[in-house]
Structure formats: C-alpha cells, structure tokens
C-alpha cells in the first residue's frame, strides 16, 4: 500500500514534469520568431533583386564596364608593374639611345626686353617615347591617362631650356601634367611651362631693326650615346596661335632647327631649336624720336629770319632747342641697354643735335661781326667828323663846278691872294677828302653786306643739308 508520503513524492514530481515541459515550449516558440522573419522576408528579397538585376539589363545607362579602380587588385602601380622595374634607369640601358621626339605648342610670346636682351614665351612641351616596362594587357587598345602624380614614380626625359633665366611649370588649379600611356608601352609626356630665355640681340639698327631669337631644348644628363632627340614631325612638329601678337614687334616667322652642343666635360648632346623672327614697328619712334627731332631742328632755324640786334629772342629760342634735344637723347638711352656701338637712333639724334648747335653758334658768329662792325663805324666818325655848312664837293674828274660854287669858294680867299690859285688849291683838298669819305662808305656796305650774308646763306644752306642728310639716312637704314 501506498503511504502518504509517497503520493506527495509523486504528485511533486509530476508537478516539476509539467512546469519543465512548460518552459521548454515556451524558448522554443522564442526562438523561432526570427527564423521565420528571415525565412519569410528572404522571398521578398529575391524578388526584388531579380527585379533590379532585369531593370539594370534594360537600360543602357548599366552597360558601362565597371570601374575597375575599385578593385585592389588592378591599381594603376600593379597594372604598370612599376614596382617590377627600376625606372630610376632609363629604357633599353645599354643598349642603342632611346629615340624621344618632341613637339611644341607655343601658346602666347609675353614680352620682350631690350634692356635685359631676354624673352617670354609660354608653350606645351609634348615628349613622345616608348618604355615597355609600363606596357599592360587591354583587351580594347585604349590608353590610360594619369596626372602628375605618377610621373614622379616612373622614368621621364630630363629636358631642361638652354640659357634660361626663369621657367616655371603652371600650377593652377594643379599641376599642368599629363601622361598618356598605351597598351604597347608608348608614352606621351605632356607639359605646360613658361620660361624666360636670353636672346642676343644687335642693336645697331635699332629701331630700325629685325631680331632673331631661340629657344634652347636640351637633355641635361643623357648624351647623344643614351637618349637621341629629334622633332617629331620635322618643322610641322612646331605649332604657333595665330593671335601671338606684340606691341613693338611683328613675328615674320618661326621654324625649328636641331644640331649638337659639345661640352668638353660630358660629351656630346642633341640639342633643338626653335627660332623665330621678330621684326620692330616704327611707327612708334616715328611719333616719339624722330619728328620731334626733325621739329627742334626745324625750330632752330626760325632765328636766321629773326633780326641779328633782337638777341633777347633769338639767344632763348637757340637754348630751348638745344636742351629739347638733349632730353630726347636721355630719352631714348634711358630704355636700351648700355651698349658700346651707334645705334641708328643715335646716328639720326646726334646729327640733328649738331644741327642745332650749329645755328646757335651761327648767331654768336652774326653777333660777334655785328660788334665789330659797330666799333669800325664808331672809329669812322671819329676819324671823319662831319663838316656842316660845307657843301660836299665834287670829283675833278667826275664833275664840273658852277659859278656859285667857284663863288661860295671865293670867299674863304684872301683879298690880296690870287683868287684863282686858291681856287685849285680848295678844290684839290675837297677832291682829296671826298675820295677818302667814299672809301670808307665803301667798307662799311661790304662789311653790312658780309654780315647780313651769314643769316642769308644758313637759310639755304641749314635746310637743304639737313634734307640731303635725311635721304642718305633712310636709303641705307630702310
């Protein structure tokens, strides 16, 4: 028989059974939430996918290749293989020189400088060349383009401008550099730049001058043996803006050239030019030199009309001139460089300087003779005073005397005197003095003639000197 004891063992038993069951269904129900979320969501899912994925087939706005700069494993650096190579060597060393060509877009020609004999000039500098350590597999044959970025990792011709003063590489918004790459390994290697060169210039003829100038390209390490360098489509590889345009100068033309530079040190190396013929306006100097130069002259001889005794005019009108020319002079030498030969310019200003000094020197000349003419005629009329009351007698030879004048005659002869004896003798003595009076007026006119002919001659003489001189000038300058 069952005692108490042993039902309420079992009724507690049962009690636990039914409480564990409970529990146990009750986490499993928990858990079983998010599976069937999942498994229920997964189908919506799917079908969305399927439809995006038909959506994206569609439209030809999804047939683009994809970038395959987000994939790690095709980077520009592991495409090129440059961690594979050693670009600080340039390609094929050791073997035959690299050919690299080059072509020039001259973009703008800045400026020119006479005092400092340099130029301005911005341009595209294009290399062209091949390293088949940058080639890489493509299956469409289209080129990469990079910045400058990666030129610093790879090997690039050094080129530098022969005889540059200040070159720059435009930096603006970045640097202005471009690499294109092709599947084959060909490169090309692109650059904006301006630079500042010297230019030899000849002033002799100045302004009536043409200059030629170049522009110097160079390997600066790699000789002829190493790197060979060569314009790449001969004279066409030089390409100019038909806008290039300066105030002072027309461009009559521009050309390339190559040839080789030796240094004693390094060796031989190629070297390209490219040339260009500038030609001056003159028009300018026309307007500012020359015809105010030709009008001081022209002014100068205003003073050979003016009267010889004015010397209050023309004294000031001969310094005005002379000190005009002077400032055109420092003028013109103030904006050219301080050379050691004639310049044209120099030629034409110094002759007309001379030009004005010499009608200066043409007054001091008039006056001087002036003066002493006025003290011959001073020294005249103390010598030969004036004999009022006494009529002027006539030559014996010449004229015959009336009865009045023997008569007048008479009277300064005594009364016992023979009157007709003293008559020869007064008439001798007039005869005497009237040769001598006309003597001395004779000297006076020749002398006021020669003075009056210094201002008569320079008017032919100034004019038709300077006129000749200009022809001669413009013949052999023009």
């Given at each position: ?26 986490q499993?129900r ?6 069937l979320?999942?498994?229920?969501s ?6 969305r ?36 190579h ?22 703008s ?22 390293d088949?350590?940058l ?5 469409n ?7 400058g ?34 599947p ?5 290697y ?25 522009l110097?390209?160079e ?7 190493d ?9 066409e590889?030089?390409k ?5 345009s ?31 013929t ?10 500012q030199?020359?015809?105010p ?12 009309w ?90 014996m030879?010449d004229?015959?005397?009336?009865d009045?004048?023997?008569?007048n005659?008479?009277n ?7 009157k007709e ?8 003595l ?7 009076r006309?003597?001395?007026?004779r ?6 003639i ?8 320079s ?20």
């Open positions: 028989m069952l005692t108490n004891s042993n039902v309420q063992t079992c009724i507690f038993l049962l009690l636990w059974g039914w409480t564990m069951s409970t529990e146990s269904r009750t499993q928990v858990k079983g939430v998010p599976e979320y999942k498994q229920g997964r189908p919506h899912r799917q079908r996918e399927v439809h995006q994925e038909s959506h994206k087939q569609g439209s030809p706005v999804f047939k683009r290749s994809p970038d395959i700069t987000k994939s790690p494993l095709t980077k520009s650096e592991q495409l090129l293989r440059i961690d594979d050693d670009f600080t060597m340039r390609p094929g060393f050791g073997g035959p020189a690299i050919p690299v060509g080059v072509d020039v877009q001259v973009e020609l800045d400026s020119i400088s006479e005092v400092d004999m340099d130029f301005t000039m911005t341009l595209y500098l294009r290399h062209y060349w091949k088949e350590r080639s890489f597999p493509s299956s044959n289209q080129s990469m383009t990079f910045d970025r990666l030129v610093k990792k790879i090997w690039v011709p050094d080129m530098f401008f022969v005889h540059s003063k200040r070159s720059f590489i435009h930096d603006t918004t970045t640097d202005n550099i471009m690499l294109r790459v092709q084959d390994g060909k490169v090309l692109s650059l904006r730049v301006t630079v500042t060169a010297m230019c030899n210039m000849d002033f002799s003829r100045f302004p009536l001058d043409t200059q030629s100038c170049s110097e390209i390997s600066y390490a790699y000789t002829e043996d790197l060979m360098l060569y314009w790449k489509n001969g004279n590889s030089l100019t803006d038909d806008r290039i300066l105030s002072q100068f027309l461009i009559q033309e521009f050309h390339t050239t190559t040839r080789l530079a030796f240094y004693s040190s390094t060796g031989w190396y190629n070297r390209l030019y490219i040339n260009f500038l030609r001056r306006h003159i028009f300018f100097f026309l307007l030199t020359y015809f130069a030709t009008l001081m002259v022209m002014l100068s001889w205003v003073s050979f003016i009267d010889r005794r004015a010397a209050p005019a023309r004294v000031p009108l001969g310094i005005t001139t002379v000190l005009t020319m002077s400032t055109i002079i420092t003028g013109v030498n103030a904006s050219m460089p301080r050379v050691s030969y004639i310049k044209a310019v120099d030629i034409y200003l110094w002759v007309s300087f001379v030009f004005v000094f010499l009608s200066v020197l043409e007054y001091a000349a008039v006056n001087y003779l002036t003066t002493v003419q006025e003290r011959k005629e001073r020294k005249m009329r103390e010598k030969y005073p004036c004999t009022c009351g006494v009529p002027q007698p006539r030559s030879m004229s015959s005397y009336s009045g004048e023997v008569n005659l008479g300064y002869v005594s009364e016992n005197g023979d004896d003293r008559i020869m003798v007064q008439l001798a007039n005869a005497e003095r009237n040769s001598n006309r003597k001395s007026q000297a006076y006119v020749s002398m006021r020669d003075t009056h002919a210094i201002d008569k001659y008017r032919l003489i100034f004019p038709a000197s300077y006129i000749l001189f200009n022809l001669i000038y413009w013949c052999i300058f023009l």
